[in-house]
């Protein structure tokens, strides 16, 4: 019932009965995580005569390092005389951090900055992450306006999403002409929510 309403929702109540048409979509932001592995366990290449092998680096098998990346996606728009003005790609952002490396090693010497994947993507680096690296991706790239505009940043139903009342996201949810509404997309089945 969830999922019907939200999709009910988005048609424009003018439109109804004579012709029900879904609102344009045009300020809406979808936003999604993934999580991609460095490297595969096995892994077929070709390599032409004197090519080096690819260089893999894991400590074993079993521990290959993986990383979650926030994707954010826009509907996009055209012109009139046919030319993309703009493609609706905000961007694609990874969740690592910079540090310093602790120790010498063959590969490195003591305090080289290294990129790292975060041990745990809960709220607060997901916060970080809408606030740091999204909305100043989004004000950079959206096309033109005039006054205030509102954009709907919409996101599953993960733990792990920032809640439009929390605290730290109500400083940064209105900045330069733009105001940001984070909202809850449903989910697509009550399976194993009982």
Excluded at 94 to 102: I, L, N, R
């Amino acid at each position: 019932m969830a999922r019907m309403r939200w999709a009910l929702r988005l048609i424009m109540d003018y439109t109804i009965p004579q012709e029900p048409t879904y609102y344009s979509m045009y300020d809406f932001i979808h936003i999604d995580e993934k999580w991609f592995y460095l490297t595969q366990k096995n892994q077929r290449v070709y390599l032409a005569n004197n090519e080096p092998y690819p260089h893999r680096s894991a400590s074993s098998r079993t521990k290959i390092p993986k990383f979650m990346f926030m994707a954010a996606v826009a509907r996009p728009r055209w012109g009139e005389n046919g030319d993309c003005d703009f493609d609706g790609k905000i961007g694609i952002f990874p969740f690592t951090d910079a540090v310093a490396g602790k120790r010498t090693s063959k590969n490195r010497v003591k305090g080289t900055i290294e990129t790292k994947p975060v041990k745990s993507v809960n709220q607060i680096e997901t916060r970080a992450m809408v606030i740091n690296k999204l909305i100043p991706a989004i004000k950079a790239k959206w096309p033109p306006h005039e006054g205030e505009k509102v954009i709907y940043i919409i996101q599953d139903n993960a733990k792990a999403h920032t809640l439009k009342d929390d605290p730290e996201w109500q400083l940064h949810y209105k900045q330069d002409g733009f105001t940001f509404v984070l909202t809850q997309q449903p989910a697509n089945s009550d399976e194993g929510h009982v």
